[in-house]
Nanobody, 121 residues
Framework: VQLQASGGGLVQAGGSLRLSCAASGRTFSSYNMGWFRQAPGKEREFVAAIHRSGGTLYSIDSVKGLFTISRDMAKNTVYLQMNSLKPEDTAVYYC???????????????WGQGTQVTVSS
């Protein structure tokens, strides 16, 4: 599966963004999907994931930041709605997919190219 992330940009603190990740192929419904992020000089970290059955997984920071992951099976797309953004949310956000893994660990088989999110203070 190929993943194409979009929706990043520059936003002021307190603002919102919605990231999208379009997946190629006809087996989108077979994959667990997720988002990771990596800030400059920091390790990559888990943000959220959604199981093919619809169950979700969030990092503690994502919950505090009012992030919501969702998926549209008809559009082969997964979304990350990010509200109340803070400067520390600035990072490159990566979309991921895996047929089996549904975890906080960065062990997913497929990774998108990333989209930059910058939150100004």
């Amino acid at each position: 599966v190929q993943l194409q992330a979009s929706g990043g940009g520059l936003v002021q603190a307190g603002g919102s963004l919605r990231l999208s990740c379009a997946a190629s192929g006809r087996t989108f419904s077979s994959y667990n999907m997720g988002w990771f992020r990596q800030a400059p000089g920091k390790e990559r970290e888990f943000v959220a994931a959604i199981h093919r059955s619809g169950g979700t997984l969030y990092s503690i920071d994502s919950v505090k930041g009012l992030f919501t992951i969702s998926r549209d099976m008809a559009k082969n797309t997964v979304y990350l709605q990010m509200n109340s953004l803070k400067p520390e949310d600035t990072a490159v956000y990566y979309c991921v997919a895996d047929r089996n893994r549904f975890t906080y660990a960065d062990e997913y088989d497929y990774w998108g190219q990333g989209t930059q999110v910058t939150v100004s203070s």
